[in-house]
């Protein structure tokens, strides 16, 4: 099974950036789609980005579009998101996720009912 362990989360201030990386363990990372969720305290976890496993097919949030990147380097088992022009709004745990299926369909993607397996999660705290 996949694990999946979240790290570079952290406090920055309002207009600063962060980079989140998601390590995976497991022989299938390079076949799944991977994405990052977010849940603010009191807050239902909400889609932020995912890409597909050919790295070529990249989808977001319109909350995030244009400040935050999502990438993976099959290579090395990680998926990262890029973090800029951070609001005091997106401060919340930050949890990668991947889904084996690989769906062309986000509509689909952007359900967290979607994905297989889930990280521990990152705090990301943004200061105004």
């Known amino acids: 099974q996949v694990q999946l362990v979240e790290s570079g989360g952290g406090l920055v201030q309002a207009g600063g950036s962060l980079r989140l990386s998601c390590a995976a363990s497991g022989r299938t990372f390079s076949t799944y789609a991977m994405g990052w969720f977010r849940q603010a305290p009191g807050q239902e976890r909400e889609f932020v980005a995912v890409?597909?496993?050919?790295?070529?097919?990249?989808y977001y949030a319109d909350s995030v579009k244009g400040r935050f990147t999502i990438s993976r380097d099959n290579a090395k088992n990680t998926v990262y998101l890029q973090m800029t022009s951070l609001k005091p709004e997106d401060t919340a745990v930050y949890y990668c996720?991947?889904?084996?299926?690989?769906?062309?369909?986000?509509?689909?993607?952007?359900?967290?009912?979607?994905?297989?397996?889930w990280g521990q999660g990152t705090q990301g705290t943004v200061s105004s």
């Open positions: 890409i597909r496993r050919s790295g070529g097919s990249t």
């Open positions: 996720a991947a889904d084996r299926h690989d769906s062309a369909n986000y509509d689909l993607l952007v359900s967290q009912y979607e994905y297989d397996h």
